[in-house]
T-cell receptor, first 117, second 113 residues
């Protein structure tokens, strides 16, 4: 597709269940980022992929959060044993390179709104 | 800790007037700054950027100013239009973190007719 695609767009889950969020970046973009935005907060960095490896996982809030990327394309963010504080919009972004090649403009998907009840 | 700060959660401006959105940062390693615009239920979209070696970048009605000594940047929109009503996020690129973007909390701009 032409843009970054995320699925599902909405997810309601029960506390304690695991969820998987998917991101399809723009074709050819080697850098992929996950952010989340909790209600009333800014965009919080979670993890960054360069190709299939994740040089920076510093933003993952706990070991319940993990992410992988395959084929230098699709990425999955997994949250195990979800808690109510995990409720947020999870945004994925991709860019041509992780370095400053013509700027670091990142293109965002529409996000997945996760609600943990 | 919040390294990029937007201290005004909201701003209301009359159509035709200037909108000024402010942003402060704490990390002197940031080398590139961007503004993103976000409409409800959509992902943020890139608006304008500035490198740390410059102090001004202009694109049509949008101008970004950077004051490195004060660790402050601002976005000016002139003239403001109702369609500019959105949440504006300031972001800074950290070369020590794969150039991942650090975002502020956003400023909600309302342009009234």
């Amino acid at each position: 597709g032409a843009g970054v695609s995320q699925s599902p767009s909405n997810k309601v889950t029960e506390k304690g269940k695991d969820v998987e969020l998917r991101c399809d970046p723009i074709s050819g973009h080697t850098a992929l980022y996950w952010y989340r935005q909790r209600l009333g907060q800014g965009l919080e960095f979670l993890i960054y992929f360069q190709g299939n490896s994740a040089p920076d996982k510093s933003g993952l809030p706990s070991d319940r959060f993990s992410a992988e990327r395959t084929g230098e394309s699709v990425s999955t963010l997994t949250i195990q044993r979800t808690q109510q504080e995990d409720s947020a919009v999870y945004l994925c972004a991709s860019s041509l390179a992780g370095g400053r090649v013509g700027g670091t403009e990142a293109f965002f998907g529409q996000g997945t709104r996760l609600t943990v009840v | 800790d919040q390294q990029v700060k937007q201290n005004s959660p909201s701003l209301s401006v009359q159509e035709g007037r200037i909108s000024i959105l402010n942003c402060d940062y704490t990390n002197s390693m940031f080398d590139y700054f961007l503004w993103y615009k976000k409409y409800p239920a959509e992902g943020p979209t890139f608006l304008i950027s500035i490198s740390s070696i410059k102090d001004k970048n202009e694109d049509g009605r949008f101008t970004v100013f950077l004051n490195k000594s004060a660790k402050h940047l601002s976005l000016h929109i002139v003239p403001s239009q109702p369609g500019d009503s959105a949440v504006y996020f300031c972001a800074a690129s950290n070369p020590n973190s794969g150039y991942a973007l650090n975002f502020g909390k956003g400023t909600s701009l309302l342009v009234t007719p």
